[in-house]
């Protein structure tokens, strides 16, 4: 019997391991901005392209940065509830426009309700670059102090809202 | 059927001589070929995001398109490989090198598979000498010995 213990011990940290896998998200990659500065920018806004939106303009806010297409089909399943939590005007809700055409943009905001205050236009993806944009939708959570506190990757389902986005929210506004 | 044929061979012809035209449009090197170099080589130690299994040079994600758009930019104004690496990871993190640095948290990724060698080979070595210790040479009895040259003698 004891010659079986070595392999049945080795064979279950492998599947341990491999079990813990099944349930990672390969596409989740820990970014390197939390707990950095939000990088600077200034952006036409899409309600009015001779006015910029900047992030500067929210320092001593807590503030939900939102990277958005009308091309991205996951931006479709997030944005209900973007709207109902924009309605509660629990967090102020600020968007970015990826790689997109004003046209489009404006066009998908008016069939399905716009959340933003104000929707930055990053037509060439630059600025989506310098925040390591890679998949759209993705969220960033920024505080007072324009430090990024919490990056969601894909789209934001209930369940992040409730148990990270909210009681963070909560935190941050306390601090 | 002469017809079809003749047909079949006259569209083969069309189909070979638009590909060739195609190429013929590609679209010329960039000018000045260390810059070239030094692009081509970043992009193929770069991860594509979007397609993660895909260098930078092999991938045609619009993103992987930005990203070498904006490496040749960098190369362009004299930037090193090391500081458009560094530029890339701030963004993206350690995730887009093909090589991850060796740090704290990959530590077990650089040593891991010397240590599992090394386990191995420490554990075949105690193994083996195990085994030599149990097989002790056991000389034959007599009657054993027989029976062999009798085995052997009826072989030969």
């Known amino acids: 019997m004891r010659r079986f213990i070595l ?15 099944l349930n990672l998200d390969p596409r989740e990659v820990p970014s390197p901005l939390v707990g950095k500065p939000a990088p600077q920018f ?9 006015t910029v939106f900047t992030p500067k303009e929210m320092l001593g806010k807590v503030w939900l940065f939102n990277v958005w297409a009308s091309w991205c089909g996951a931006c479709r399943d997030e944005h209900p509830l973007l709207v109902e939590l924009a309605k509660t005007g629990f967090v102020p809700v600020y968007g970015m426009d990826y790689k997109d055409t004003r046209e489009d943009a404006q066009q998908w905001l008016d069939q399905r309700g716009n959340p933003y205050v ?11 670059i310098d925040y390591g944009v890679y998949g759209v939708p993705e969220t960033y959570v920024i505080d007072k102090k324009g430090t990024i506190a919490y990056k ?14 909210i009681p963070l929210i909560k935190r941050l506004k306390a601090q | 059927m002469k017809v079809y044929s003749i047909l079949r061979l006259a569209l083969a012809c069309l189909l070979l001589h638009t590909t060739i035209v195609l190429a013929e449009e590609a679209q010329p090197l960039e000018a000045n070929q260390a810059i070239e170099v030094q692009v081509q080589r970043l992009s193929e130690e770069l991860r594509c995001l979007v397609c993660q299994n895909q ?7 619009d993103l992987a398109l930005d990203l070498k758009r904006e490496i040749r930019e960098m190369a362009t104004k004299g930037m090193s490989d090391k500081e458009i690496v ?18 704290s948290s990959t530590v077990l990724l650089w040593v891991g598979p010397f240590g599992l060698l090394l386990a ?13 210790t149990m097989t002790t040479d056991a000389p034959l009895s007599a009657e054993e010995a027989r029976k062999v040259s009798e085995l052997l003698d009826k072989e030969s």
Do not use: C, W
């Open chain 1, 7 to 21: 392999p049945l011990v080795i064979f279950l940290v492998v599947a341990g391991f491999l079990f813990k896998g």
């Open chain 1, 42 to 50: 200034s952006l036409p806004r899409l309600d009015n392209p001779e």
């Open chain 1, 118 to 128: 104000a929707t930055a236009m990053d037509i060439d993806g630059q600025v989506g």
């Open chain 1, 152 to 165: 969601q990757i894909g789209p934001i389902t209930e369940e992040v809202l409730r148990d990270k986005l």
């Open chain 2, 55 to 61: 260098t930078l040079a092999d991938s045609h994600a």
């Open chain 2, 86 to 103: 560094d530029y890339l990871v701030e963004r993206y993190g350690d995730f887009v090198r093909y090589r991850p640095p060796l740090k």
């Open chain 2, 120 to 132: 191995g080979g420490v554990g075949l070595f105690l193994q083996l000498r195990r085994r030599q």
